[in-house]
């Protein structure tokens, strides 16, 4: 067995920023240059807690192991050589923002994100089928995005709202590798091995907060999300052949 794994625990807070995964630079950008202050975040790739494992197992059975060390070549053939891997990684939720939409009550070239209202945020759940506030339902932040867009109201001019206040789901994933190595029986050097990998093997969901619609001038699919983080669950086959 090899097996290996790490925890993180952090805080990360900018001025401006972007999640990896988006592949650009973002729109975190100073609104008001008089008090840059307003705009201070956490930043949007923070993810506060993560965890990652590793394992590698070869089962200890088959000729040359502690297990049936003596068995003949064809018996080994089909209960040696077998091998199992796996990697867990799990983190905290991405932190998000809602928009004041195309107002630009401070900086005339960029808006401002949506301030509070005082009326209690619902809580997050990433319901996989929410009525929206107007249209087809649909995948959404909140049970009840009418209740949660009452949450935010316009900012105000001088003002920058709220960053990076909210966070959605972190990343969850497990994958796994089954292996069955075969020795050629003219050379004990030379080896075949099948290989069976899963990607996502618990086929778990996981949204992607950054695509959720989050305009307050464009509410009827608010809090709307388009994508996920990570992908449904793959399989490859593989055979290798080393000499």
Same mark, same amino acid.
């Given at each position: 067995?090899?097996?290996?794994?790490?925890?993180?625990?952090?805080?990360?807070?900018?001025?401006?920023?972007?999640?990896e995964?988006?592949?650009?630079? #973002?729109?975190?950008?100073?609104?008001?240059?008089?008090?840059?202050?307003?705009?201070w975040?956490?930043?949007?790739?923070?993810?506060?807690?993560?965890?990652?494992? &590793?394992?590698? &197992?070869?089962?200890?059975?088959?000729?040359?192991?502690?297990?049936?060390?003596?068995?003949?070549?064809? =018996?080994d053939?089909?209960?040696?050589?077998?091998?199992?891997?796996?990697?867990?990684?799990?983190?905290?939720?991405?932190?998000?923002?809602?928009?004041?939409?195309?107002r630009?009550?401070?900086?005339w070239?960029?808006?401002?994100?949506?301030?509070?209202?005082?009326?209690? =945020?619902?809580?997050?759940?990433?319901?996989?089928?929410?009525?929206?506030v107007?249209?087809?339902?649909g995948?959404?932040?909140w049970a009840?995005?009418?209740?949660?867009?009452?949450?935010?109201?316009?900012? /105000?001019?001088? *003002?920058?709202?709220?960053?990076?206040?909210?966070?959605?789901? #972190?990343?969850?994933?497990?994958?796994?590798? =089954?292996?069955?190595?075969?020795?050629?029986?003219?050379?004990?050097?030379? %080896?075949?091995q099948?290989?069976w990998?899963?990607?996502?093997v618990?086929?778990?969901?996981?949204?992607?907060?950054?695509?959720?619609? /989050?305009?307050l001038?464009?509410?009827?699919?608010?809090?709307? /999300?388009?994508?996920?983080?990570?992908?449904? %669950?793959?399989? *490859?086959?593989? =055979?290798?052949?080393?000499?």
């Open positions: 067995a090899c097996p290996a794994h790490n925890y993180t625990w952090s805080k990360s807070e900018d001025w401006g920023s972007t999640a995964a988006s592949g650009s630079f #973002g729109n975190d950008f100073v609104i008001n240059s008089w008090n840059p202050s307003q705009v975040g956490v930043s949007r790739y923070d993810t506060t807690q993560a965890v990652n494992a &590793y394992m590698v &197992y070869q089962l200890p059975l088959g000729r040359g192991r502690k297990f049936g060390s003596s068995m003949s070549k064809p =018996l053939a089909i209960v040696g050589g077998w091998e199992t891997s796996g990697t867990y990684r799990q983190t905290s939720g991405l932190p998000f923002s809602a928009g004041d939409g195309s630009w009550a401070t900086n070239q960029l808006s401002s994100f949506a301030t509070p209202s005082g009326v209690a =945020l619902p809580p997050i759940v990433n319901s996989t089928n929410a009525p929206a107007s249209g087809s339902a995948p959404n932040l009840n995005p009418t209740t949660a867009l009452a949450s935010f109201q316009e900012t /105000l001019a001088g *003002q920058t709202g709220s960053r990076d206040a909210m966070r959605g789901s #972190g990343f969850f994933n497990i994958d796994s590798g =089954l292996y069955k190595n075969f020795t050629m029986p003219w050379s004990e050097k030379q %080896r075949l099948f290989r990998e899963s990607y996502n618990s086929n778990s969901v996981r949204f992607d907060p950054a695509s959720a619609s /989050l305009s001038t464009s509410t009827a699919n608010f809090g709307k /999300l388009s994508s996920q983080l990570g992908t449904p %669950r793959q399989m *490859q086959f593989a =055979l290798r052949f080393t000499f």
